[in-house]
Nanobody, 124 residues
Framework: QVQLVESGGGLVQAGGSLRLSCAAS????????MGWFRQAPGKERSFVAA????????SYADSAKGRFTIFRDNAETTIYLHMNSLKPEDTAVYYC?????????????????WGQGTQVTVSS
């Protein structure tokens, strides 16, 4: 089993920044992807960003490009999502996920493990 624990959510004004963290523990895999997804009230879960096991490849949703950065600390098996220029429409519960994949899927069904989520609220 893999345990994922997110942290770093909170309330921020529009235009501000937040950094989310996701610490992974438990079973390890030689190749895997970790990603961030979000779900706003009344909406479906959507892809935000993903990073491969080595940190050499990343992928972003169009809504995140240029504002969000996903990166990892391999020594701590932790990934981060640094979010700049936040907008009210970024308000959502953000989830960390891990999948046993050698590519960077944006489809949440391909991920095997999920964290409990952390709330991000952006006020206008």
């Amino acid at each position: 089993q893999v345990q994922l624990v997110e942290s770093g959510g909170g309330l921020v004004q529009a235009g501000g920044s937040l950094r989310l963290s996701c610490a992974a523990s438990g079973r390890t895999f030689s190749r895997y992807v970790m990603g961030w997804f979000r779900q706003a009230p009344g909406k479906e879960r959507s892809f935000v960003a993903a990073i491969n096991w080595s940190g050499s490849n990343t992928s972003y949703a169009d809504s995140a490009k240029g504002r969000f950065t996903i990166f990892r600390d391999n020594a701590e098996t932790t990934i981060y999502l640094h979010m700049n220029s936040l907008k009210p429409e970024d308000t959502a519960v953000y989830y960390c996920a891990l999948g046993r994949s050698s590519w960077l899927p944006s489809d949440g069904t391909t991920y095997d493990y999920w964290g409990q989520g952390t709330q991000v609220t952006v006020s206008s």
